[in-house]
Nanobody, 117 residues
């Protein structure tokens, strides 16, 4: 069973930045893709960004997130990241790490991000 541990969430003022981390219990090379999802207030869990083995990233086609979030990975540290800039109150929610191996999906426990003045 693969475990994913997220960290880096917290309270930040509007316009601020946070960098989330996700560390899988298995080597990142095992996964077809590593992704970030989020569940904001009153909404269902939604896709944020994904990064494949080769480092190619894709992002949600969402005007609300476009250009503010950057997904990356450091294979030496076996870690996935999500850099979030110019945060807005509507970004408040729980951010989840997801890893896929073939048809198997693994989820982290989530990390809370709160954007408030």
């Amino acid at each position: 069973q693969v475990q994913l541990v997220e960290s880096g969430g917290g309270l930040v003022q509007p316009g601020g930045s946070l960098k989330l981390s996700c560390k899988p219990s298995a080597s990142v090379f095992n996964f077809n893709s590593l992704s970030w999802y989020r569940q904001t207030l009153g909404e269902e869990r939604e896709f944020v960004a994904t990064i494949a083995l080769g480092g190619i990233a894709q992002y949600a086609k969402s005007d609300s997130m476009m250009g503010r979030f950057i997904v990356s990975r450091d294979d030496r540290k076996n870690t996935l990241y999500l850099q979030m800039n110019d945060l807005k109150p509507e970004d408040t929610g729980v951010y989840y790490c997801n890893a896929k191996i073939l048809s198997n999906n693994y989820w982290g426990q989530g990390t809370q991000v709160t954007v408030s003045s």
